[in-house]
Every structure is written in C-alpha cells, then in structure tokens.
Nanobody, 122 residues
Framework: QVQLVESGGGLVQAGGSLRLSCAAS????????MGWFRQAPGKDREFVAV????????RYIDSVKGRFTISRDNAKNTVYLQMNSLKPEDTAVYYC???????????????WGQGTQVTVSS
C-alpha cells in the first residue's frame, strides 16, 4: 500500500502562487509515476500534470502550461506542483496520484491522496 498526503493548498488572489506538496509513504516503489489532478465543484476530475520517476517525462494539461511546474524529490518521496499566475478557474480540490505508467487517465492510477483545496479569488 501507498499513502499519499497533499499539503499547501489555500486561498490566494488571482495572479498569486501556491506550491502543493504530496508526500508518499509505504511501498513507495509503487510511485514510479506521480500525477496531479483537480476537481472543481460540479465538474469531473481532470488531469493537470504527470511526472515519471526520473523526471524526464513530464506532461501538462494545456490550460496550465507555462504557469504550473511539476517536480519530484525521490529522496524525500515527495512530488510538488508549483502554481504561478493563478486564475479563478484554477479553483478546485487538487489530488495527487501514484501509478506505474504516465497517463492523463485517472483510471490509470492506483493510489490517491485525500486532496487539498485551492481557491483563487478574482
């Protein structure tokens, strides 16, 4: 089993920044691929970013390209999502997920965190 715990969410004004963290524990060899997803009220969960173990394979949803950066520190079993130039439409609960293959499909992940709320005011 893998446990994922997100942190770093909060309330920020449009144009501001937040850094989300996701700490993994347990059988962390199952965290070869780490992804971030988000779910806004009344909407389906959507893919945000994914990174593989070595950090050489990274993808983003188009709406966050140039504003968000995913990274990981394998020594700390932690993945990060640096979010800059935040917009009100980024408001959502953000989840990290762990899996074995880099995919934007949420069904491809085996473990999920509990989520952290990000609210961007206009």
């Amino acid at each position: 089993q893998v446990q994922l715990v997100e942190s770093g969410g909060g309330l920020v004004q449009a144009g501001g920044s937040l850094r989300l963290s996701c700490a993994a524990s347990g059988r962390t060899f199952n965290t070869a691929v780490m992804g971030w997803f988000r779910q806004a009220p009344g909407k389906d969960r959507e893919f945000v970013a994914v990174i593989n173990w070595a950090g050489g394979s990274i993808r983003y949803i188009d709406s966050v390209k140039g504003r968000f950066t995913i990274s990981r520190d394998n020594a700390k079993n932690t993945v990060y999502l640096q979010m800059n130039s935040l917009k009100p439409e980024d408001t959502a609960v953000y989840y990290c997920a762990a899996g074995s293959r880099p995919t934007s499909w949420d069904g491809g992940y085996d473990y999920w965190g509990q989520g952290t709320q990000v609210t961007v005011s206009s």
